[in-house]
């Protein structure tokens, strides 16, 4: 069979015959219908086109573009930063660890989980999206005009009008004609803008609240009995944990770490029930994927689905009996 010779390449020919796209012979001439990746030089030689180009020097991990504000987010080392696609600048937010970082909008904020926790940034500043639950008062009976009892008292943090979980509930008898002396913890969170108190009735067990103190007040006395407000809407919950994955289903914060997802309370994304809100798979979470419907979750060697609209109804089901590729939702 006769050499076909394949170069030189003339350019591109749509209209004529295929048999009039190549002649042979000392001044043979090959014309192509398309050329995909390649680059033809005027002598008619083609060469692979670059696939590749170097725009940074900084070694960006975790990019993320937001589908809403269209901008660009990553992580350089153990920062959480911003980046700007023109010039690839980088604007540090703040630490979030050096690791897999996971992106979602919620309510218009740009939300990140990583090895540091829950991040959101507004525009403006980024902040934890939790809130440490606080240690227990100190409390100490005095002299006053309280109902002789059993008195139960309790902390919440606030940061605006977001609260935290409620602290553990110290306990103090007091006599008749007695009083409260309370020591509030030692708040390390700059961000917290005040401390709620809340306290039970005399010998009762539901806590109801007190008021609001700044977060300075160290030393409060309650000499008579207050006014009682609500009830603590966030007891017996835990901060949010982060994770491997952060996704946003039916009103909720979605995590998973090993083989644990994490639900956050509807609407409050900040808490965590720790006895309910997670579904233990049989291995370890490789994608989580949600839909109106449920959640699609990958395993080491299948992929599952989880049906249902809340944490306490989803079933189980096995869709596939391949191993999915990990990260690829």
């Excluded at 007190?210 to 000499?223: H, L, S």
Aim: glycine share 10%; charged share 20%.
């Amino acid at each position: 069979m006769a050499d076909i010779r394949l170069m030189p390449v003339m350019g591109m020919n749509n209209v004529a015959e295929d048999a009039a796209l190549m002649t042979q012979g000392d001044d043979g001439r090959l014309f192509l219908r398309d050329a995909v990746n390649v680059d033809l030089t005027p002598a008619g030689k083609a060469h692979l086109r670059q696939g590749l180009q170097r725009v940074s020097t900084h070694n960006y991990r975790n990019l993320w573009q937001s589908p809403l504000h269209k901008d660009v987010f990553g992580t350089l080392g153990a920062s959480w930063v911003k980046i700007d696609p023109q010039t690839w600048d980088a604007l540090p937010l703040t630490t979030m660890g050096d690791g897999r970082v996971s992106h979602v909008v919620l309510n218009s904020l740009v939300c990140a989980a990583g090895p540091a926790g829950i991040m959101t940034y507004d525009g403006t500043k980024a902040q934890r999206l939790t809130i440490d639950t606080p240690a227990s008062p100190l409390v100490l009976s005095g002299s006053g005009s309280l109902v002789a009892g059993k008195y139960g008292l309790a902390v919440a943090w606030l940061r605006g009008t977001l609260e935290s979980s409620t602290s553990a509930v110290a306990h103090v008898d007091v006599a008749a004609n007695g009083a409260l002396d309370v020591t509030m913890p030692y708040c390390m969170d700059a961000s917290i803008t005040a401390a709620r108190l809340y306290m039970t009735e005399p010998n009762g067990g539901e806590l109801r609240r007190v008021g609001d103190f700044p977060v300075d007040a160290v030393n409060i006395n309650i000499p008579v009995g207050p006014e009682l407000g609500d009830f603590p809407p966030f007891r017996h919950l835990s901060p949010m944990p982060t994770g491997d994955f952060l996704k946003y289903w039916r009103g909720r914060l979605v995590t998973s770490r090993a083989n644990v997802i994490r639900f956050s309370e509807a609407m409050a994304y900040h808490v965590h029930d720790e006895r309910h809100g997670f579904v233990q798979m049989p291995q370890r979470v490789t994608f989580l994927e949600p839909v109106d419907g449920g959640l699609w979750v990958g395993q080491v060697d299948h992929v599952a689905f989880l049906a249902g609209s809340s944490p306490a109804d989803l079933t189980m089901s096995r869709k596939s009996s391949r191993a999915p590729v990990p990260f690829s939702a």
